[in-house]
């Protein structure tokens, strides 16, 4: 899972209303290079939409988000999800992810959630929300601290602010509904998906691009 978050940087986050919607989308992404996707548990067609990409999409990394209970966890589990995500943390989830032999990311706010989920051994973890709670000075903040720790950001990351995240050590990768707008997904325009993800690529060219560039003076 890291090694899929060091390469790809960002996390589709969305709820498709059904699974051809999912299928649709998720196939453009991975043809994008952007294969790490999160269908969160916001509407009932969460599991089906999972499976589905599962079964047709399997270029794609597909994990659950907003998985808040034991029950939904199980779901998501059935219908091959690879990875799990909570908005807070939740040891029945993180319990399930165990039992499964996948990764669980909790997301947390506070440095008293980070000691608790360190304390279980979550060293992954989603920063939530991620702009109302201090945005990148927050984590740059609290990185010191934990130096183990590995950030992903979520909740009012998008285009304009997603370099700033992303330029952090700690922050391993941003996750977002950048990737798939709203409207393009409402709309199947695929133009529009493939413009979000040309403009994505961009940001992490420059972060690239600077990387290099610093690498080159001593």
Same mark, same amino acid.
């Given at each position: 899972?890291?090694? #899929? ?6 996390? %589709?986050?969305? %709820?498709?209303? !059904? ?5 649709? %989308? ?14 969160? #548990?916001?509407? $009932? ?5 999972? !499976? ?5 999409? &399997? ?13 939904? %966890?199980? $779901? ?10 909570? &908005?807070?943390?939740?040891? @029945?989830?993180?319990?399930? !992810?165990?039992? @499964? ?9 506070? &440095? ?8 279980? =051994? ?8 991620? @702009? ?23 909740? =009012? ?15 391993? !990768?941003? =996750? ?18 493939? $413009? ?23």
């Amino acid at each position: 899972m890291q090694d #899929f978050l060091v390469t790809s940087r960002v996390v %589709a986050v969305f %709820a498709p209303p !059904a699974p051809d919607d999912a299928v649709w %989308a998720a196939a453009v992404l991975v043809e994008e290079g952007f294969p790490l996707v999160e269908i969160t #548990f916001r509407n $009932e067609a969460a599991r089906d939409n999972i !499976a589905a990409l599962v079964q047709d999409v &399997p270029g794609a990394v597909v994990g659950a988000g907003t998985v808040l209970t034991r029950e939904q %966890a199980l $779901e998501a589990c059935a219908a091959g999800a690879r990875f799990l995500v909570s &908005p807070g943390l939740a040891p @029945e989830v993180g319990l399930v !992810a165990d039992q @499964e032999g996948i990764p669980y990311i909790p997301g947390v706010f506070t &440095p008293s959630e980070i000691q608790v989920a360190l304390e279980r =051994g979550w060293r992954t973890l989603k920063f939530f929300p991620a @702009e109302a709670g201090g945005g990148p000075g927050f984590i740059q903040a609290l990185a010191p601290v934990y130096p183990g720790v590995s950030f992903i950001p979520t909740g =009012g990351v998008g285009l304009g602010n997603l370099g700033a995240y992303l330029r952090l050590p700690s922050v391993v !990768a941003c =996750g977002g509904s950048f990737l798939v707008p709203s409207r393009a997904l409402r709309e199947r325009d695929e133009a529009a998906l493939r $413009e979000a993800a040309s403009r994505v690529r961009d940001i992490l060219a420059c972060l690239d691009g600077d990387a290099s560039g610093g690498s080159g003076h001593g």
